[in-house]
């Protein structure tokens, strides 16, 4: 697991690993599938499961989920395909669920 040491940063919420850096975040207006969610640049300490296409409130997207690597949990979804000209801007980008994350070093 790679621990950041000053920055504030995101971790999973069940077991603590660091899966992205505050300042990463795009925007927390996103909605997620248990509540509130938000849009990052970059993630790390995550892996992708397999890429499916995926109806969103926004239209029709390739997503992969993304699962903490130390415990596995699914904390949101990366966004590999935007179908619609409007999306494009998400492709490559991540979306986390606040309920799956925590604060830390705030």
């Given at each position: 697991m790679a621990e950041l040491v000053g920055p504030r940063v995101y971790s999973?919420?069940?077991?603590?690993?660091?899966?992205c850096l505050h300042d990463d975040i795009i925007s927390k207006a996103f909605q997620g599938r248990n509540g509130r969610a938000f849009l990052s640049y970059h993630a790390m300490n995550v892996t992708t499961g397999a890429m499916e296409d995926r109806q969103l409130?926004?239209?029709?997207?390739?997503?992969?989920?993304?699962?903490?690597r130390d415990c596995h949990e699914v904390l949101g979804w990366?966004?590999?395909?935007?179908?619609?000209?409007?999306q494009k801007y998400?492709?490559?980008?991540?979306?986390?669920?606040?309920?799956?994350?925590?604060?830390?070093?705030?």
């Open positions: 999973c919420r069940h077991c603590r690993n660091h899966v409130m926004t239209g029709l997207h390739t997503v992969a989920n993304i699962h903490c990366k966004y590999e395909r935007a179908y619609e000209e409007s998400k492709e490559g980008r991540f979306i986390f669920e606040k309920a799956k994350i925590m604060q830390e070093n705030w």
